[in-house]
């Protein structure tokens, strides 16, 4: 059995079958730059990357998009506090947003889309939409004409009559149904472009259907990703769009992840409960957030705390001391890692597969690592070698980085001495040795 995984459109598992043989097409929402990251955004930032990590190590190529929202009323309001340009706040953020990413382990996707970029792209699609009757203009507000979808609510699970029931009526006249969307925007405040329908900008829900069109070359994708909370309305209106005018629903399989929580509650700028990804001040916190992320069960909201970051803040130094502790081993007796266990890495595949049971395979790493120091204090060496590649490989995948720098030849020096005095049962000096190879960053 291959990669099975849970698809929100059908609210089932799955066998993960692509539409073109050995490629994923993945498209997952980015960010909207207006403002620094907080941690619950990077949750999705790291979950797809390490997605795309497993999905290559058994053997896909992966054509991953995850765009950008550079147009926005957050981002013009910002723009007119500050007294500045949009294209200023979303360049500093972008850049600040990725800055983030690199620090986690979050490698740049393959494209990065920006809304901007595709504003004519946007207004021809909402033009033909318009022709076939999906789409209506009202004093140059264009909006989708959710009626004419008999199956909208499809990836919600909801049908129109409930979601109606909870749609305010006096929310917009200008619409003939109150769950009808807003393509286009009429507006005389900060950035605009000019259309048929008059002066404004494109709706949220329009932008990420005509960048995946483009970026794909308006083939139905694979895998569309974004947080829990996007779901409904954002991808519900996404796949409406998709239905009207290619008549599919975008991707072959809707992936969702959890929302992050602090202390149980929701995570929100606006709130002002938030911990910003800058908060983390070394590399070792980052990777420790990161490896608390990997590990939670991807579907379920995560309730962040101090306690929880710290479990997994020594859950990191715990690999990183073994896995720097076995490489000067090796090192030090010019020992190369040999190839992994056929079982190990079957394991590691089998729980992946599993709709992606990070959980399992947190056990087998912890298993893998008890290996390697019983083998480490043992010196053996052989075996060593291939639970520390193990262990690497599997964190490799999950994004999570274990650093080790070779041995120069003062540090294999003074390295041997330590060797010697333990051996010799020589403490004192042992410990002087030690306390010289930690300030070197070595031990």
């Known amino acids: 059995m291959g990669l099975m995984i849970y698809n929100s459109l059908t609210n089932k598992m799955e066998e993960f079958n692509t539409l073109q043989s050995g490629v994923v097409n993945m498209y997952v929402c980015g960010p909207t730059v207006y403002d620094?990251?907080?941690?619950?955004?990077?949750?999705?930032?790291?979950?797809?990357?390490?997605?795309?990590?497993?999905?290559?190590?058994?053997?896909?190529?992966?054509?991953?998009?995850?765009?950008?929202?550079?147009?926005?009323?957050?981002?013009?309001?910002?723009?007119?506090?500050?007294?500045?340009?949009?294209?200023?706040?979303?360049?500093?953020?972008?850049?600040?947003y990725f800055k983030n990413c690199d620090g986690l382990g979050s490698k740049k996707p393959t494209f990065i889309p920006h809304a901007t970029e595709y504003i004519p792209d946007m207004i021809s699609f909402i033009e033909r939409l318009k022709e076939k009757g999906y789409a209506y203009d009202n004093d140059g507000d264009v909006y989708f004409r959710v009626s004419k979808l008999a199956d909208y609510g499809v990836l919600s699970n909801q049908i129109q009559e409930e979601l109606q029931n909870g749609v305010r009526k006096d929310i917009d006249t200008k619409k003939e149904n109150p769950l009808d969307f807003a393509l286009w925007k009429k507006t005389n405040v900060g950035i605009k472009w000019d259309s048929p329908f008059g002066s404004g900008r494109p709706g949220w829900h329009t932008e990420c259907v005509c960048m995946i069109d483009k970026i794909f070359n308006h083939q139905m994708i694979d895998i569309?990703?974004?947080?829990?909370?996007?779901?409904?309305?954002?991808?519900?209106?996404?796949?409406?769009?998709?239905?009207?005018?290619?008549?599919?629903?975008?991707?072959?399989?809707?992936?969702?992840?959890?929302?992050?929580?602090?202390?149980?509650?929701?995570?929100?700028?606006?709130?002002?409960?938030?911990?910003?990804?800058?908060?983390?001040?070394?590399?070792?916190?980052?990777?420790?957030?990161?490896?608390?992320?990997?590990?939670?069960?991807?579907r379920n909201s995560i309730s962040y705390d101090d306690e929880l970051f710290n479990q997994y803040k020594k859950e990191y130094e715990k690999f990183q001391r073994t896995y720097k502790n076995a490489m000067l081993a090796l090192d030090y007796n010019n020992v190369e890692c040999s190839d992994v266990l056929a079982d190990d890495k079957n394991k590691f595949i089998e729980y992946m597969n599993q709709d992606l049971n990070c959980q399992n395979v947190l056990s087998l790493l912890n298993s893998l690592l008890k290996e390697a120091n019983l083998a480490l204090r043992a010196n053996d060496l052989s075996t060593l070698s291939k639970k520390i590649k193990m262990i690497k490989e599997i964190m490799d995948v999950f994004g999570v980085k274990l650093e080790y720098k070779k041995l120069s030849d003062d540090e294999r020096s003074i390295y041997t001495s330590w060797v010697e005095a333990k051996k010799n049962k020589d403490f004192d000096l042992a410990d002087k040795y030690r306390e010289k190879l930690t300030n070197m960053g070595v031990i």
């Open 36 to 96: 620094y990251s907080h941690i619950g955004n990077a949750r999705p930032a790291i979950f797809y990357d390490m997605l795309k990590n497993y999905l290559e190590y058994i053997g896909y190529k992966v054509n991953y998009a995850s765009n950008i929202t550079d147009v926005d009323d957050k981002i013009i309001n910002k723009a007119i506090d500050e007294n500045v340009t949009e294209q200023e706040i979303a360049r500093k953020y972008e850049a600040a």
């Open 224 to 298: 569309h990703g974004g947080g829990m909370d996007l779901k409904f309305p954002h991808h519900e209106n996404e796949i409406a769009q998709a239905n009207a005018m290619y008549g599919n629903t975008l991707a072959k399989y809707w992936i969702h992840v959890g929302r992050l929580n602090l202390k149980g509650q929701k995570m929100s700028k606006s709130l002002g409960n938030v911990i910003l990804v800058n908060d983390f001040k070394t590399k070792e916190e980052l990777m420790a957030f990161r490896f608390l992320i990997v590990t939670q069960p991807y």
